[in-house]
């Protein structure tokens, strides 16, 4: 099926620069004017702006803002978007002041997305909402480019997968910092590859900043270069670390409570799949409705594409590539100890955990191309189907107002 259905597609794009290019913007699209439609076609809507939250930062938010009322238990809660753009907001204004509501002890850390947000912000409150969009979009595309320059000519149609990957259409969909980060990565790597080392380290300290698991990709990259004796290069991955530890040691100071071991309470070694597991034999045995199901089952996908990746990195020639097999099973390794509560509960956060392991691969064949790659491409492909299908006919309208008239 693979060989005869799918490479002919592939290699059809490949061919057709524009055609690729056309059916990222359909696809990203689609799914934006899918959400917004359900909001009165206001773009603030896929920021996620919770009014619990919002009511916190008044000042600091849109006046005309698509505000969540929230469901039973989260008070208005919203969603990640909502803290990258309030974060940025005091960036846009020159200072440092944490905006009110939100943890900081694992917020914080994340600054990278904020600052390039605030580029914007400095125009106004809608034009960093306009960031969120230029930013994820335009990083993909321009990542996208620079995947494809390293790539070889027999893997270059398979690049249009980093395009259309359902992962980092998840990300964006909620205005969130995974797509910007691995779109900053992979071109950071570039310029590793091109031995450009001052791009390297600036935009690798940049992604890290932005989300963590870009170290998913460097570590790999450093023992690569420990490994073959490569000093220079050992100096330069290093090197990438200063500036997020500059950071990490401003917070220290600043909030006396923060600790950098946060992220280590989210570490709950398969958890999160077995309660996940639980919930569906407990929703199948209450006899839920077809679209509680599908909600449910929407992330069944996820749990064979996790175990599909464990298998993956072992096949082909182990030694061609190993650094790229070790980032993909660091990625599976977040994954499997992603806990329930926080990550498995909800499909857009587990989904987007897996938005780099779609560059990892797709470097990992450019080393060895007889890895067993087929399964996941093709159970990517239909995440994205079904991803589609969730935000047109699934996905529900939940409650809001737009702006704090009315509360």
Not at 310 to 321: I, R, S, Y
Request: proline share 5%; net charge positive; hydrophobic share 50%.
């Amino acid at each position: 099926m693979f060989q005869k259905y799918i490479n002919p597609i592939f290699l059809y794009f490949n061919s057709k620069q524009w055609a690729t290019i056309l059916l990222f913007f359909f696809i990203w699209g689609v799914s934006t004017l899918g959400y917004w439609k359900k909001y009165e076609w206001n773009p603030s809507s896929m920021v996620n702006f919770g009014y619990e939250f919002a009511l916190q930062n008044q000042t600091e938010t849109p006046e005309k803002a698509i505000l969540f009322k929230g469901e039973k238990g989260d008070l208005g809660a919203g969603y990640d978007g909502q803290i990258f753009y309030y974060f940025s907001r005091p960036l846009s204004e020159l200072n440092l002041n944490w905006p009110k509501g939100f943890d900081e002890s694992y917020r914080a850390p994340r600054i990278g997305y904020p600052l390039l947000i605030a580029i914007f912000g400095f125009f106004g409150k809608t034009a960093a909402i306009f960031g969120m969009y230029f930013w994820n979009i335009v990083l993909t595309l321009v990542s996208y480019f620079y995947l494809r320059k390293l790539l070889k000519e027999d893997t270059k149609p398979y690049a249009i997968l980093y395009l259309i990957s359902p992962f980092a259409l998840g990300s964006y969909y909620v205005l969130v910092s995974d797509t910007v980060m691995v779109s900053i990565l992979i071109i950071a790597y570039y310029y590793y590859v091109k031995e450009n080392y001052i791009p390297f380290i600036l935009l690798s300290s940049l992604a890290i900043l932005t989300k963590e698991p870009a170290l998913f990709l460097l570590f790999p990259l450093g023992l690569a270069a420990v490994f073959r004796k490569e000093w220079k290069r050992i100096l330069v991955v290093g090197s990438v670390l200063i500036i997020p530890i500059c950071w990490h040691l401003y917070l220290a100071y600043r909030f006396p409570n923060w600790r950098p071991g946060r992220l280590t309470d989210f570490i709950l070694p398969l958890e999160g799949l077995i309660s996940y597991m639980e919930s569906i034999w407990a929703s199948l045995s209450a006899g839920n409705n077809w679209k509680d199901l599908a909600r449910l089952f929407s992330r069944f996908p996820l749990v064979v594409l996790f175990f599909l990746g464990l298998f993956l990195p072992f096949t082909g020639q182990l030694k061609k590539g190993w650094e790229f097999r070790i980032s993909f099973l660091f990625i599976m390794f977040m994954i499997g100890t992603a806990g329930y509560y926080h990550f498995w509960s909800v499909y857009e956060n587990v989904s987007r955990m897996f938005t780099l392991s779609i560059p990892v691969l797709l470097l990992l064949v450019n080393e060895d191309k007889s890895v067993r790659k087929k399964e996941y491409i093709l159970l990517t492909l239909f995440i994205l189907v079904l991803f589609l299908a969730k935000v047109l006919l699934i996905s529900k309208q939940l409650g809001y107002q737009i702006g704090f008239v009315g509360f």
